[in-house]
């Protein structure tokens, strides 16, 4: 990710060097190796020497996809995709074969990129980013590490500590608030969320920081009260910055496969979501879910968690991740 010129500041990585893209790249792919070789190791044994594709290969394409829980209806987009382009073009290697299934699958992510963010947004400060999700799915973990990017990049950051249901969320937090080197703002158990909220920002304001990050209750997606809860937190966050929340981060815990996709639908109905973000792929071999949730639903994929180091929370790039994938 490039950071330039935010708030009239310039960050101090202007460019990533090669080695770092090529790090990066290394715990992308070792990130996605057990869904990779699950869905490698099918295709390549029908693609090995073919220059066309026929029922098998769709037959193998499909099992292979619904085996790293794309899901079946995407995996129907994809498969109705590839039958369109194999009639229509002359296929004479295998790598074309390969390029075929690629570039299909990558079409499905165009339409949902992402317009606005805290890089690319300078005129709203801070940029107030909200993060919901259920218990477990990484959410702690998620605004530690984006804390620690934004940090790297020459940006003032503080965290809310609005999960004030559970005692361990805002030691959690406050634990990832030293280790990163960022200002947190907290009040005790119990306490009003949305008044956590509303305090954070005022601080921030004060503080001229760049990025404020509030963290949310975890409770299960069907619980009522827990959404009336954050919708009450957006309200009062626009109150001290007009049209605070500039982001609402959903976490997923992608080793759940279908159940992540569940969960989105929920929260989507309940509340105003602008990203995802889909952790622990490094753990399972249903990272292909990444691909159904991006298709089926119109909200961009954010980021991806592929490991437990500070740098394993990667941006997502729809080209690079099925480019891994498939490789």
């Not at 996605?32 to 295709?43: A, D, N």
């Not at 193998?60 to 085996?67: N, Q, V, W």
């Not at 995709?81 to 074309?96: G, H, L, N, P, V």
């Not at 390969?98 to 005129?123: A, D, H, M, P, Y």
Request: no cysteine.
């Amino acid at each position: 990710m490039v950071f330039f010129g935010l708030f009239g500041k310039k960050g101090n990585v202007e460019q990533k060097d090669e080695t770092s893209k090529a790090k990066e790249q290394e715990r992308l792919s070792q990130g996605l190796e057990k869904t990779k070789r699950g869905l490698m190791e099918r295709l390549q044994r029908v693609l090995t020497g073919r220059s066309k594709i026929d029922d098998e290969v769709l037959d193998t394409i499909e099992e292979s996809l619904l085996g790293a829980d794309v899901g079946v209806e995407t995996t129907v987009k994809i498969i109705e995709a590839i039958e369109r382009r194999a009639k229509e073009d002359r296929y004479t290697s295998e790598e074309e074969l390969k390029q075929i299934i690629r570039s299909e699958t990558s079409r499905l992510f165009k339409e949902k990129e992402q317009t606005e963010s805290v890089e690319t947004n300078e005129g709203k400060r801070p940029y107030v980013i909200m993060v919901v999700g259920v218990n477990g799915v990484g959410k702690t973990t998620t605004i530690g590490k984006l804390a620690n990017r934004y940090k790297q990049a020459g940006m003032k950051v503080v965290l809310g500590a609005a999960d004030t249901f559970r005692a361990a969320a805002t030691e959690q937090l406050t634990i990832w608030a030293d280790r990163v080197g960022v200002g947190i703002v907290k009040q005790g158990q119990g306490a009003d969320p949305a008044s956590v909220a509303f305090d954070t920002v005022k601080s921030a304001i004060a503080q001229d920081a760049d990025v404020v990050i509030i963290d949310t209750a975890g409770r299960l997606h069907n619980k009522v009260g827990l959404m009336d809860e954050l919708s009450k937190i957006k309200k009062v966050m626009g109150k001290v910055r007009e049209g605070a929340p500039d982001e609402v981060l959903l976490v997923l815990d992608g080793s759940t496969g279908q159940n992540a996709k569940e969960q989105a639908k929920e929260f989507v109905k309940a509340t105003t979501v602008t990203g995802l973000v889909i952790t622990k792929l490094d753990g399972t071999a249903k990272g292909g879910v990444v691909i159904g949730i991006s298709a089926e639903m119109d909200i961009p994929v954010r980021w991806i968690g592929v490991g437990e180091g500070m740098d394993d929370l990667q941006e997502f790039d729809a080209d690079k991740f099925v480019a891994t994938l498939f490789a």
